[in-house]
């Protein structure tokens, strides 16, 4: 299983390439697929992980107008691809664009998959998120 951590300042090329950080290259290397996220960045998945999710997500009652909804945001924006010789992915532009992505990104480690954001609404989200001192936001999470 893929472990990723951490949080990497990376710029996309004029050609709307990244390159993936050298630690992370080693769990992708056989492929990924990349998605919208739900906070207006992208999500990063390696192709084991992502298995796990498609099943999950068919394995749910498609009369559900949720689901199928949940459905079109995940699988119509997913692209499946490789990275080339140098760790690259080229983002494609609705990708791109969906999450304002136009040079400096922060990619960062969620354990089984990768979020890539631009750098300022990152650190925007990491600021309130280390700003918010009510601990019951977290006690409640069952953790």
Do not use: C
Not at 27 to 55: C, H, I, S
Not at 77 to 85: G, H, Q, T, Y
């Amino acid at each position: 299983m893929a472990m990723f951590l951490g949080e990497y300042t990376h710029t996309i090329d004029d050609k709307g390439r990244l390159t993936i950080p050298a630690k992370f290259r080693g769990d992708l290397a056989a492929g990924l697929v990349v998605t919208r996220g739900f906070d207006r960045n992208l999500m990063v998945y390696p192709l084991d992980e992502w298995q796990k999710l498609a099943q999950e997500i068919m394995a749910k009652p498609l009369a559900d107008s949720r689901i199928r909804d949940f459905r079109r945001r995940v699988f119509s924006s997913a692209i499946d691809l490789e990275p080339d010789r140098q760790g690259r992915i080229l983002l494609p532009p609705y990708l791109r664009e969906f999450a304002a992505i136009e040079n400096d990104v922060v990619i960062v480690g969620m354990f089984n998959y990768i979020e890539i954001w631009t750098s300022e609404t990152w650190t925007a989200v990491r600021e309130n998120i280390e700003n918010d001192n009510d601990v019951t936001r977290w006690e409640n999470l069952g953790i």
